[in-house]
Structure formats: C-alpha cells, structure tokens
C-alpha cells in the first residue's frame, strides 16, 4: 500500500482524467483510495470465497474448510457443467432472452421517457401517474398468473419478456435525465429549423444521451437476468428455464435434501456444494462482464461544447 | 454558461406560467403539434394497460375468501372483513411497526451513501483504478441474499465468526459480539449488509447523471479558482439533484415492503423483535397457509400507503422548488 | 381502496386513445376461460360413465375397454430442478414417452405430466386451481395439505366400487397395507394412497456416531440408556475429544422434538389423539417438558454448542467431518458424500451406526426407546374436482397400470444390463444412467414410496453406504428389528389420524413452528433452576398462539369419532 502510494504520488501531476484539470496530489486522495480499495476488498471477498470453493474437492468444500484459498484444486465442477448440454444451452437461450428483452426495454422506454419529459405535453401529470402506479400496485401471483394464462402466454417465451418489459423505474430515471440534461435551447431551435418531434429524439436527445441509455440498459440486462420467479410460476418447459432459475432450483433442492421431511423418507439427491459453486460463478460472469463495455460512457462527458450559452 | 440554482427555478417558474397562458388558449393545437409524442407514448401505456393495470380486477381477493378452486365469481364475498382482522392482530402491528421503522432507517443509511460514493469515484483520479473499483463495488449486487447470508454467518457468528475469532485472537476482545445475535448489533449488521449489497450498483445512476454535467461549467469554476470541494458542492451536487430527488421520491413509496429473502437468511430467534416485519407476517399467516385473500389484502394495504407517500413527497418536492415526480 | 381503483381505471378508458384495448383486456381478466372448456367436456363425460359402468363386468385390465376418443390425463411429477438428475427434462423424457407407449397408446390416453416445483408445492397447486387447471391426479406427502385441498374444493370424493373394479391391483395394495379404512373424509371417499414398506419403522434413517470416542470414553458401543449416554458424552467433553459433542442445530417445521420416548405408555387416548401427532411440536404437554428438561441439562452441562441456535444443516454436517460433534443423522443411501469426506478426512476415525437395542427404560429421565411407528403408508392420491368423469376413469386406470408388478419394476429398475443386473436371483442396481432421482420415485410414489424387494435383509442391503471402510449392513438390519421389537411390545404408536380437516392445523402450523422454535430456544439456554417456571409461563404462551385452538379441534373431532384409536 505505501509503496504504491508514492508510484501514485510521483505520477499524480501528470494524470488527466478527462475534463479536471491538473491539481496535486492531496491527502484527500489517499484517503479516498484508501477507503474505496478497503470497500472494494469486502466486495470481492465473497467471489474469491465461491470461485475457491468451486475448484476445490468436494470433501474439504463439505468440511467447511475452503474459504479463500482453494484446496486439493480440481477443475471437476466446471467440467461437468460444460458437459451438461442442458445448463450450456440454457445459458444460451438466457443470453438471448436478456438481449431481446433489454432491446425491447430501451424502445418502450424511450417512448415512455421522452414525451413525458417535456414540460409543454398536455396531460404530462397525469399521464406520469398512470405510468407510475404499477410501480406500487402490484396485482399478486394469482391475478397476474390469470391474466397470463387468458393471454394464453404461460409456458412460452413471452411470459419472460413482455410483462417485465415496461419498468416504470427504469421509466422515470431516463425521464429525469432527459428533463435535466438536455436543454430545451437546444430543442427549441431544432423545432425552428422545422424538425419533428421523433427526429429531434433521434437526432438530438438519443445521441446526447449515452450515460443514461448505457445505465438502463445495464438495469434491464441485470434485471433479467437475475430475476427468476417469474420463471418459476409462469414457465414449466425445461428448455425454456433461464439458468438463473436452475441455478435456484439446485440450491432449493440441496436445502430440501438437507431438511427432507419424514414423508419424503428416502435420500434425496441433491447438487454437490462444488458444483453449486461452480454454477454461481458460471451463471454470474457472463453478465458482470457487460458493466465495463458500458462502463466508457459514464467516465467520458458527452455534453461538452454540444451547446453553448 | 454556468446556470445558479437561482437562474434555473426562475427559468422554470417563468416556463410555468407561459404553459398556464398556453393551456387556457390551444389545447388542440398543442396536442397537434406534439401528436407524435403521444404517438410513442401509446407503446407504454399499451404495455402498462395489457400487463398491469388488466390483472388488477383480481386485487378483489382481498375482499374475498378466496378459495383458487372456486375462482373469483364463487369465491365469497367478505367486504372488508379480511382487513378487520388483521388490521386487530398484534402480531400485525408488530410486524408493521418493524417494517416502518426499520424501512426508513433503511432509506436514511443506504440513500446517501451512493451519492457520497460516486462523489468520491468521480474525484478519483487514475482512470484505470477507478474503473477497477467500480467494476469490483457493483459485485455483491449479483450475489443472492441465500449467498450473502451464508458469508455473512461464516463472518459474524458470536463465537466461531471470522471477525470474533480474528478480535479475540488478538486479545482486543473477551467475549464474541453479538454481530447476529442480540437485536441491536443485528439491526446494525442488517442495515449495514444492506448498505454493502446495493451502494457500488446504486451508484451507477448517479455516475451517469454525473457525466452529463456540463463540462464547460467546472472549467469556469476553475478559472474562478474553486476548489475541489466547492466544485462538489455547488456544481455537481446541483447537477444531479434532479436525479436525487426523482430517486428519494420513488423509494419513499417502498418503506411498508421489506425484502423477504433478505429477512430471511438474517433470521433466528434472538432477533425475532425485529426481524418480524411485514414480509415475514405476509408469509407466516398468508402464503404458507394459502391465505391469498390475506396476503392480498397486506399488500393493497402496503401498495396504498406507498403511494400516498410517493404523492405527498412529490407535493412537499413542488413546493421547494424541485421538478418532483410527475 | 376500491373506489380508487375503479377512478383509475375509470381514467384509462377515458384517456381517447386506447379505449378498445382496455376494454379488451380488462375483460379478459375479469373471466378466467372457464364456460369454453366446460361445455366442451360435458358431452364425452356422459359417454364415459356408459363405458365405466360397462366395464363393471371384469375386474382389473382385462375388463378396460379402449377409450373412443382420446382422453387427456394429467399426471403432477416432482420438478426438482434436472441438472444433477439422470432424467432432466421431467416431463418430456424417455420415461414419459415409455408411459405414453405402454400405456396412452394402448387406451387412447394422452399421459401428459405436470410439473410441480418441489420447492413450492403448495403455491403450484393453487396457481393450477386458479386456472381451473389442476391435474387428474393430486398427490402430496403431506396429509394436512390434502385435507386442506379437500377443504379448498380442489378434490372430489370418487366412487369405491368403481375404483375396485378398475384398480383391483392397486386398491389389494391398499388393503394388504391395511390403509382402506382410511380412505375417507368427512365421510366420503377422497383418497387412495401410496404404500410404504416396513411403515412402521424408521429403518431407512440412521445416526452415525464417533464409535472411537465411546471407546475412549470406555464403552464398547454407544450405550442403550439415556443416563449412560449423558455421561458418555461427559467423559467425552472431559477427555477434551470434542467440545460441544452434541453439536446442535437450529429447530424448525414440522416433526421437530418428537417426545415419544419420554411419554407414559400405555398412553391416554385423549392426550394421543390431540397432542400426540408429528405434526406440531407439543408444548405445554408433560411429556415434552420431559424432553426439553434434558435438553435444558445437556446443554448447561456444556454438551451443546451455544451457537445451535444459528446451525444449519450443513454445519452440522461439517461439524461431524471436522471432529466437532459426535453424531449425524442422515437418510441412508448407497453412496454418503458426508461419510466419504469424513474418512478422507479422519483417516483414523470409527464410525459406529446407533442401532435401537429395543424396548429399554430408563428410570432416571422417565425415558424409553419407544419412537413413533409410521404407517405403510406413501403418498396421497386424490382425484381433481375439475376433471371429467372419463378423465378420472383414465386416472384409475394409470394407477392400476403403474401397480402392476412388472411395470413398478420397470420404473424402478430400469433397463437390465444398464441400470441393474441380477445377483443371485436378486436385482442388484449397477448404474442410475437415464433414471430420474432416486430411481424414478417421483413417477411411481403414486403407487409405492420405498423401493423394496420384500425381505428386510435384502432392502437393508440396498441401501446401506457402499466405498467405505466399514460395512454398515448389519447394524442397519439390527436397528430395524431393534425397532420391531419394540413396535411389538406396543411401545411405537401410530399417530391418530382424523378423517375430517382440523382447521385450527391449517391455520396455525406455520405461526407455531416459529413460536415454538423461539420458546424452545429459550428452554434450552435458561439456567436449571429456571426450567420449570419458564416451561409453564411458555407454555401458557403457546396454547394461547394457536396450540390450544388446535387441541380442542382435534378433541371436538376425537369425540365425534372421526379419529382412529390406539391399538
């Protein structure tokens, strides 16, 4: 740590970092390196723990007595998961469930965010009401399996993607953004120069507007992909479970092994602790890997000198 | 160029009062104009009404003695005698007070620390760290809380947790604490693994709203000769007000509902003075028995009073000048 | 609240442009599709009764005629969740298309299997009962959860004499289980069942025990008498062999604390038929003061850890691998992950295998080995209330085909020379390749819950732990006669069983495991001299969250004679 805080204090005057201007290095700074670098330990840890326990023998896994370092090392897990054609290719049908899924997402909400960001639309409050209270009032399992099934949806790839497709969180956020950053100059004088409303979005507001369209589609993405009650209730086909929800499934399975009632007297198989392991780190990577392919919108500023005044 | 507080309220009254004029002159003509406005909003209010506000005819279970078998048309009606009787359950207004209480213990904790955080991130200045840690800090986003509860038992346990072990070892402590075990160091551990799990994902939002902030208006404050704090405080905190507030308002309307699963990997019956909110009353006396009715009418009851303070924030926010919510 | 709703929605429909849409989708809602398919299915239920009382003539398959048009029948399978399975995909498999071919095509039945999420039975069902869509067959483990569909509306009673008829196979089973006089509900016949080899005993549980330690501590095995096994575990404490030997974990749900050896026998059919069940943990009794006392003293003696409280199933397990705790319960099977990671881990280790010596008392503790005796008795079968009388017809027919010996060997066995070969005349399993979990159980617990050859020796064989170093067969066979031995005596008793829903279980059960879990906890950990004081004032506590409501509901059913009795 020390060693390193001087490397980071010789080179402090020369580092640029996008539109902040040179400034020498201070004791804020270590401070707030040395607070984000403890906070960032804390949150790693408990990966390092699964990925040790996912290439260790199931035995000591077991035990108990894997925590950070793995033992007796054995890549066993994953291979099984590799050779499970079933879990592979429900990764991928996962994978485009979530692409499918967040497209759609960002069209509904765009059409959603826009409009009501402008002040002049008529019927703007109400409108945001609508929109908004099913974001309190949810209707319950038994309504919405109902509804689903009258809609003939359940068991089919729909149940997974259009129901959530509208998110009146997601809605609003990008509505705040549009309302707070981009300025209405610079509408205005598109509408002088004779542009429509949906080719000043395109045109205009969209490009503007890479953070928060980088951040909501990482919100749909995510949200998908970790969700999986929906996948419990709605859907029955074994091809058409997400891993998220096989993943539930064999963690349920090991936790109703371990208290398996006298009734359902006889052993009952359960997933290997290993292999749960390995399977949390399989079905995690994929979408933390997203978050830095986005992350380049958040640190640049797009806005600088798109207007002046 | 830079615009103050003050500017931008104005701005926005003046915008205000031209819309009023407006309003009482040519509607139809303002709705001609942005027709294709209300064209695109016709997709969300196409899914909001297919997929929302459809299934809401069936919130009538709570009415109901709600029997799946009998449907809604044999099931019985029982006004609002379901209400009655929870609403006369001491264990419901236990659970409630808990929720209460805990929720917005919740939000004041865990609301402003994302901001600090991505205050703090943006300051950071090597590029490459920066975006190491951000990556790392949104982590335990993607663990679910079945995992978090497990690492968080391995840590904390009285006796045999890691840091009780790792404290006594070194003689600071004689005797474990209670990290779990006695209700107020578990409300402690409970609202401080919240905090953990959802700030580096929390900040995301703030980030974003961040890095539209008009560049050109930090380079002025410069010239000024503003430091780093006064930077922070009069130009990016400003710049991402809207954002704050859009957010406070929205989670305001979640302080009845707790999350069951979290409750549940952090429960055992040392805490259960605490631990006993809603969700777990929900689950106790309505899912676990089939009560649908029961669970339904909890929920409307929650959804209402959510939504009574999302609306009563949002006037509160008007009136101080904020864009609010709607 | 409902006002409010109906201005929001009042709001939509005004709100010009989406006015057809709305009404559309309000109004699908508003009526589940229920009026299409009932009329579609009154017509061909009329023909069926024709051919089931045709059929009245010959017993058995022989008297099945073919249906004319094809019947749909839905069969609830266990959704486990695949991946660690042989049989992944539950209800699309080579087994389901073995049903279909053996079975469907003969009689013109479409087998269509229901997914039912073993993690959340209950909500599964009732989604399907919302949706008017509940399979032909609605099984469960449970017997609260049957009288509770029963309640619900989701079963019908179903006719006896046709059952015999179609299913004599199934329905001799019944009898030779001694279960038909338990058929009913509310005095109709709702239920058929499942049947359980050696019901009465627990043979296919056991407890593994640290058998070098009891040597240790100077016994040869683990002693008969409670008093000998608390100084046993002392001596162990002392000898510092293991700190907290009793290890521990937290207790919840059903079947926690059985009292059995600590009641007085022959027991008062009152206090059994009301207190006496698996069901919900009996405070406020004697006999459960009796028990937790000794927990209470186990663990101020510092045999308990006094973390049990936050202990899982896994810790203990991990406990025991780790020399932390003497003993583990587990389900025996031919391969324990648990005792295969102890050796690795205890190359040195003996593990002992806690065998019931039979009827023994111990004074000093008012304690006996008398446990519950369970009945031979599997699943619950019950017949939907939405399925047509042809589907029903169809549905016994199923079980009469599952129970034919052949068929129920098939399932269970699988292909020859694949999954098992013959040993000396007798089936021996060699690979579960292409089986479901646990050898199919979940398509044949309808008709059986237990794998079984029909001698003791040969089932105990079965599943007894194999690749290790000690072979466990023979103390497995003990503690089964142990446990015959005392059944015979009359000292393992049948829990009563009321033919009727008590609906203070329904309602109360899942407040009281928490309650009782709390209370319990606070037993165990008070000082000594606490104890009696602390039970009462709890106790009080208890019956007053529901246990006392449950009690008078079981006595005012006891009396009205829809109980069983003691033998």
């Given at each position: 740590?020390?060693?390193?805080?001087?490397?980071?204090?010789?080179?402090?005057?020369?580092?640029?970092?996008?539109?902040?201007?040179?400034?020498?290095?201070?004791?804020?700074?270590?401070?707030?390196?040395?607070?984000?670098?403890?906070?960032?330990?804390?949150?790693?840890?408990?990966?390092?723990?699964?990925?040790?326990?996912?290439?260790?023998?199931?035995?000591?896994?077991?035990?108990?007595?894997?925590?950070?370092?793995?033992?007796?090392?054995?890549?066993?897990?994953?291979?099984?998961?590799?050779?499970?054609?079933?879990?592979?290719?429900?990764?991928?049908?996962?994978?485009?469930?979530?692409?499918?899924?967040?497209?759609?997402?960002?069209?509904?909400?765009?059409?959603?965010?826009?409009?009501?960001?402008?002040?002049?639309?008529?019927?703007?409050?109400?409108?945001?009401?609508?929109?908004?209270?099913?974001?309190?009032?949810?209707?319950?399992?038994?309504?919405?399996?109902?509804?689903?099934?009258?809609?003939?949806?359940?068991?089919?790839?729909?149940?997974?993607?259009?129901?959530?497709?509208?998110?009146?969180?997601?809605?609003?956020?990008?509505?705040?953004?549009?309302?707070?950053?981009?300025?209405?100059?610079?509408?205005?004088?598109?509408?002088?120069?004779?542009?429509?409303?949906?080719?000043?979005?395109?045109?205009?507001?969209?490009?503007?507007?890479?953070?928060?369209?980088?951040?909501?589609?990482?919100?749909?993405?995510?949200?998908?992909?970790?969700?999986?009650?929906?996948?419990?209730?709605?859907?029955?086909?074994?091809?058409?479970?997400?891993?998220?929800?096989?993943?539930?499934?064999?963690?349920?399975?090991?936790?109703?092994?371990?208290?398996?009632?006298?009734?359902?007297?006889?052993?009952?198989?359960?997933?290997?602790?290993?292999?749960?392991?390995?399977?949390?780190?399989?079905?995690?990577?994929?979408?933390?890997?997203?978050?830095?392919?986005?992350?380049?919108?958040?640190?640049?500023?797009?806005?600088?000198?798109?207007?002046?005044? | 160029?830079?615009?103050?507080?003050?500017?931008?309220?104005?701005?926005?009254?003046?915008?205000?009062?031209?819309?009023?004029?407006?309003?009482?002159?040519?509607?139809?003509?303002?709705?001609?104009?942005?027709?294709?406005?209300?064209?695109?909003?016709?997709?969300?209010?196409?899914?909001?009404?297919?997929?929302?506000?459809?299934?809401?005819?069936?919130?009538?279970?709570?009415?109901?003695?709600?029997?799946?078998?009998?449907?809604?048309?044999?099931?019985?009606?029982?006004?609002?005698?379901?209400?009655?009787?929870?609403?006369?359950d001491p264990d419901f207004v236990k659970s409630l007070r808990n929720?209460?209480?805990?929720?917005?213990?919740?939000?004041?904790?865990?609301?402003?620390?994302?901001?600090?955080?991505?205050?703090?991130?943006?300051?950071?200045?090597?590029?490459?760290?920066?975006?190491?840690?951000?990556?790392?800090?949104?982590?335990?986003?993607?663990?679910?809380?079945?995992?978090?509860?497990?690492?968080?038992?391995?840590?904390?346990?009285?006796?045999?947790?890691?840091?009780?072990?790792?404290?006594?070892?070194?003689?600071?402590?004689?005797?474990?604490?209670?990290?779990?075990?006695?209700?107020?160091?578990?409300?402690?551990?409970?609202?401080?693994?919240?905090?953990?799990?959802?700030?580096?994902?929390?900040?995301?939002?703030?980030?974003?709203?961040?890095?539209?902030?008009?560049?050109?208006?930090?380079?002025?404050?410069?010239?000024?000769?503003?430091?780093?704090?006064?930077?922070?405080?009069?130009?990016?905190?400003?710049?991402?007000?809207?954002?704050?507030?859009?957010?406070?308002?929205?989670?305001?309307?979640?302080?009845?509902?707790?999350?069951?699963?979290?409750?549940?990997?952090?429960?055992?019956?040392?805490?259960?003075?605490?631990?006993?909110?809603?969700?777990?009353?929900?689950?106790?006396?309505?899912?676990?028995?089939?009560?649908?009715?029961?669970?339904?009418?909890?929920?409307?009851?929650?959804?209402?009073?959510?939504?009574?303070?999302?609306?009563?924030?949002?006037?509160?926010?008007?009136?101080?000048?904020?864009?609010?919510?709607? | 609240?409902?006002?409010?709703?109906?201005?929001?929605?009042?709001?939509?429909?005004?709100?010009?442009?989406?006015?057809?849409?709305?009404?559309?989708?309000?109004?699908?809602?508003?009526?589940?599709?229920?009026?299409?398919?009932?009329?579609?299915?009154?017509?061909?239920?009329?023909?069926?009764?024709?051919?089931?009382?045709?059929?009245?003539?010959?017993?058995?398959?022989?008297?099945?005629?073919?249906?004319?048009?094809?019947?749909?029948?839905?069969?609830?399978?266990?959704?486990?969740?695949?991946?660690?399975?042989?049989?992944?995909?539950?209800?699309?498999?080579?087994?389901?298309?073995?049903?279909?071919?053996?079975?469907?095509?003969?009689?013109?039945?479409?087998?269509?299997?229901?997914?039912?999420?073993?993690?959340?039975?209950?909500?599964?069902?009732?989604?399907?009962?919302?949706?008017?869509?509940?399979?032909?067959?609605?099984?469960?483990?449970?017997?609260?959860?049957?009288?509770?569909?029963?309640?619900?509306?989701?079963?019908?009673?179903?006719?006896?004499?046709?059952?015999?008829?179609?299913?004599?196979?199934?329905?001799?089973?019944?009898?030779?289980?001694?279960?038909?006089?338990?058929?009913?509900?509310?005095?109709?016949?709702?239920?058929?069942?499942?049947?359980?080899?050696?019901?009465?005993?627990?043979?296919?549980?056991?407890?593994?025990?640290?058998?070098?330690?009891?040597k240790a501590a100077g016994y040869d095995k683990f002693p008969e008498?409670?008093?000998?096994?608390?100084?046993?575990?002392?001596?162990?404490?002392?000898?510092?062999?293991?700190?907290?030997?009793?290890?521990?974990?937290?207790?919840?749900?059903?079947?926690?604390?059985?009292?059995?050896?600590?009641?007085?026998?022959?027991?008062?059919?009152?206090?059994?038929?009301?207190?006496?069940?698996?069901?919900?943990?009996?405070?406020?009794?004697?006999?459960?003061?009796?028990?937790?006392?000794?927990?209470?003293?186990?663990?101020?003696?510092?045999?308990?850890?006094?973390?049990?409280?936050?202990?899982?199933?896994?810790?203990?397990?991990?406990?025991?691998?780790?020399?932390?705790?003497?003993?583990?319960?587990?389900?025996?099977?031919?391969?324990?992950?648990?005792?295969?990671?102890?050796?690795?881990?205890?190359?040195?280790?003996?593990?002992?295998?806690?065998?019931?010596?039979?009827?023994?008392?111990?004074?000093?503790?008012?304690?006996?080995?008398?446990?519950?005796?369970?009945?031979?008795?599997?699943?619950?079968?019950?017949?939907?209330?939405?399925?047509?009388?042809?589907?029903?017809?169809?549905?016994?027919?199923?079980?009469?085909?599952?129970?034919?010996?052949?068929?129920?060997?098939?399932?269970?066995?699988?292909?020859?020379?694949?999954?098992?070969?013959?040993?000396?005349?007798?089936?021996?399993?060699?690979?579960?390749?292409?089986?479901?979990?646990?050898?199919?159980?979940?398509y044949w617990m309808l008709v059986e819950a237990i794998k079984s050859?029909?001698?003791?020796?040969?089932?105990?064989?079965?599943?007894?732990?194999?690749?290790?170093?000690?072979?466990?067969?023979?103390?497995?066979?003990?503690?089964?006669?142990?446990?015959?031995?005392?059944?015979?005596?009359?000292?393992?008793?049948?829990?009563?069983?009321?033919?009727?829903?008590?609906?203070?279980?329904?309602?109360?059960?899942?407040?009281?495991?928490?309650?009782?879990?709390?209370?319990?906890?606070?037993?165990?950990?008070?000082?000594?001299?606490?104890?009696?004081?602390?039970?009462?004032?709890?106790?009080?506590?208890?019956?007053?969250?529901?246990?006392?409501?449950?009690?008078?509901?079981?006595?005012?059913?006891?009396?009205?004679?829809?109980?069983?009795?003691?033998?």
């Amino acid at each position: 740590m020390a060693k390193r805080n001087k490397d980071v204090a010789l080179d402090a005057e020369s580092s640029r970092d996008g539109n902040r201007a040179i400034v020498k290095f201070r004791v804020s700074d270590f401070l707030m390196m040395f607070f984000i670098t403890i906070l960032s330990l804390t949150c790693i840890l408990p990966f390092i723990h699964i990925a040790a326990k996912s290439i260790s023998s199931n035995n000591k896994v077991v035990a108990k007595l894997v925590y950070f370092i793995p033992k007796e090392i054995t890549l066993e897990a994953y291979r099984s998961i590799f050779a499970d054609a079933g879990l592979t290719r429900s990764m991928g049908f996962s994978v485009l469930v979530t692409l499918a899924f967040t497209a759609l997402g960002m069209f509904v909400c765009i059409c959603g965010a826009y409009p009501l960001s402008r002040a002049r639309l008529r019927g703007r409050k109400w409108l945001t009401f609508l929109l908004m209270v099913p974001m309190y009032f949810g209707a319950g399992l038994i309504p919405t399996y109902l509804l689903y099934s009258s809609y003939k949806m359940l068991d089919t790839v729909h149940v997974l993607i259009l129901p959530l497709v509208y998110s009146a969180y997601n809605l609003l956020i990008m509505r705040t953004f549009f309302m707070s950053s981009i300025p209405d100059s610079l509408e205005e004088s598109a509408f002088l120069d004779g542009a429509s409303n949906i080719q000043i979005l395109l045109k205009i507001v969209l490009p503007l507007s890479k953070p928060i369209l980088a951040t909501i589609s990482l919100f749909y993405a995510v949200g998908r992909w970790n969700s999986y009650s929906d996948n419990m209730y709605f859907i029955r086909s074994e091809n058409l479970k997400m891993v998220q929800y096989k993943l539930y499934q064999m963690v349920a399975s090991a936790a109703e092994a371990q208290t398996a009632s006298m009734s359902d007297a006889a052993a009952v198989t359960s997933t290997p602790e290993v292999l749960q392991a390995a399977s949390v780190m399989f079905i995690t990577i994929p979408i933390i890997l997203i978050y830095p392919f986005l992350q380049k919108y958040f640190v640049k500023g797009t806005m600088v000198g798109a207007v002046k005044g | 160029m830079a615009k103050t507080k003050e500017t931008v309220s104005q701005e926005y009254k003046l915008r205000q009062e031209e819309l009023k004029k407006h309003h009482r002159k040519s509607l139809w003509k303002d709705v001609r104009r942005d027709w294709q406005l209300y064209l695109l909003l016709l997709v969300p209010l196409a899914f909001v009404i297919i997929f929302n506000y459809a299934a809401y005819p069936g919130l009538r279970i709570a009415f109901m003695d709600y029997k799946p078998a009998l449907g809604y048309d044999k099931s019985k009606w029982v006004g609002f005698g379901t209400f009655i009787k929870t609403f006369n359950d001491p264990d419901f207004v236990k659970s409630l007070r808990n929720s209460l209480v805990f929720n917005l213990a919740d939000l004041a904790v865990t609301f402003p620390f994302p901001i600090i955080l991505a205050l703090m991130l943006n300051e950071l200045r090597y590029p490459k760290f920066k975006k190491v840690s951000q990556t790392i800090l949104y982590l335990p986003h993607f663990l679910s809380w079945a995992v978090i509860g497990s690492v968080a038992y391995t840590m904390f346990k009285p006796t045999s947790g890691l840091i009780n072990m790792f404290l006594m070892k070194m003689g600071w402590i004689e005797k474990g604490i209670p990290f779990l075990t006695e209700k107020w160091h578990w409300a402690g551990t409970y609202l401080t693994v919240g905090i953990w799990q959802c700030m580096g994902w929390n900040t995301i939002i703030y980030l974003a709203a961040i890095t539209s902030i008009n560049g050109e208006l930090y380079e002025a404050a410069m010239i000024d000769g503003a430091g780093r704090w006064k930077r922070m405080w009069h130009i990016t905190l400003p710049g991402i007000r809207s954002t704050i507030v859009t957010l406070l308002i929205m989670s305001l309307g979640r302080v009845m509902g707790s999350n069951f699963e979290r409750l549940k990997v952090f429960d055992n019956t040392m805490v259960r003075d605490f631990q006993y909110q809603l969700a777990v009353y929900i689950y106790e006396k309505g899912l676990q028995s089939a009560k649908f009715s029961m669970a339904t009418a909890v929920g409307l009851f929650q959804s209402a009073v959510g939504l009574l303070l999302v609306l009563l924030t949002d006037r509160i926010a008007k009136s101080l000048g904020e864009e609010g919510l709607m | 609240m409902k006002k409010s709703l109906h201005k929001v929605l009042a709001l939509v429909l005004a709100g010009a442009m989406l006015v057809g849409m709305t009404a559309c989708g309000a109004e699908k809602t508003a009526q589940p599709e229920t009026t299409g398919t009932k009329t579609e299915e009154t017509a061909p239920a009329q023909e069926a009764t024709e051919t089931a009382e045709e059929q009245t003539a010959v017993a058995g398959m022989d008297g099945w005629t073919k249906f004319d048009s094809q019947v749909t029948l839905k069969i609830p399978v266990y959704d486990r969740g695949g991946s660690s399975n042989g049989v992944a995909d539950v209800v699309n498999n080579d087994w389901t298309a073995w049903v279909q071919e053996q079975f469907g095509d003969a009689w013109n039945v479409k087998v269509e299997y229901v997914p039912i999420t073993r993690s959340d039975v209950l909500t599964t069902y009732a989604l399907l009962a919302a949706d008017q869509n509940l399979p032909t067959i609605c099984a469960e483990y449970d017997y609260p959860k049957m009288t509770q569909w029963i309640n619900d509306g989701y079963l019908v009673p179903y006719d006896m004499e046709q059952f015999k008829t179609v299913a004599p196979t199934y329905y001799q089973r019944m009898v030779d289980s001694g279960l038909v006089g338990m058929t009913q509900v509310g005095g109709e016949d709702y239920l058929a069942f499942g049947t359980r080899a050696y019901g009465f005993s627990t043979y296919s549980w056991a407890t593994f025990y640290r058998l070098d330690w009891v040597k240790a501590a100077g016994y040869d095995k683990f002693p008969e008498k409670l008093s000998d096994q608390i100084e046993c575990f002392k001596k162990i404490k002392e000898l510092g062999l293991c700190e907290y030997p009793l290890g521990g974990t937290r207790v919840t749900g059903a079947g926690v604390d059985q009292n059995h050896a600590y009641r007085d026998y022959p027991q008062d059919e009152v206090l059994w038929a009301t207190t006496g069940d698996y069901g919900i943990p009996a405070l406020s009794t004697e006999a459960q003061k009796r028990e937790l006392k000794v927990i209470n003293e186990e663990y101020n003696l510092g045999l308990i850890d006094p973390e049990f409280y936050l202990k899982e199933t896994a810790d203990a397990q991990a406990d025991f691998i780790n020399g932390k705790s003497f003993q583990w319960g587990t389900y025996l099977s031919s391969t324990i992950s648990t005792l295969e990671s102890f050796y690795a881990e205890n190359p040195n280790g003996e593990v002992g295998l806690m065998v019931c010596p039979g009827y023994v008392t111990d004074d000093a503790y008012h304690w006996s080995t008398a446990y519950r005796a369970g009945l031979n008795l599997g699943a619950y079968v019950g017949f939907s209330s939405m399925a047509s009388e042809e589907e029903k017809l169809a549905a016994m027919m199923y079980l009469e085909w599952l129970a034919q010996p052949e068929t129920l060997f098939t399932f269970q066995w699988g292909v020859e020379g694949k999954n098992f070969e013959y040993v000396d005349g007798d089936p021996v399993a060699i690979s579960t390749e292409g089986m479901g979990h646990n050898s199919n159980v979940d398509y044949w617990m309808l008709v059986e819950a237990i794998k079984s050859i029909g001698d003791i020796k040969k089932d105990c064989a079965a599943i007894s732990p194999q690749n290790l170093p000690v072979d466990f067969t023979e103390d497995i066979i003990a503690n089964y006669n142990g446990q015959l031995d005392v059944y015979n005596k009359g000292f393992a008793n049948v829990d009563c069983y009321f033919s009727t829903a008590i609906e203070a279980e329904a309602e109360y059960a899942p407040v009281l495991y928490s309650k009782y879990e709390e209370y319990r906890n606070q037993l165990t950990m008070c000082p000594v001299e606490e104890f009696d004081a602390l039970y009462d004032e709890l106790s009080q506590k208890y019956l007053k969250d529901g246990y006392q409501a449950v009690i008078d509901g079981r006595k005012a059913a006891f009396d009205a004679g829809q109980g069983t009795h003691l033998k």
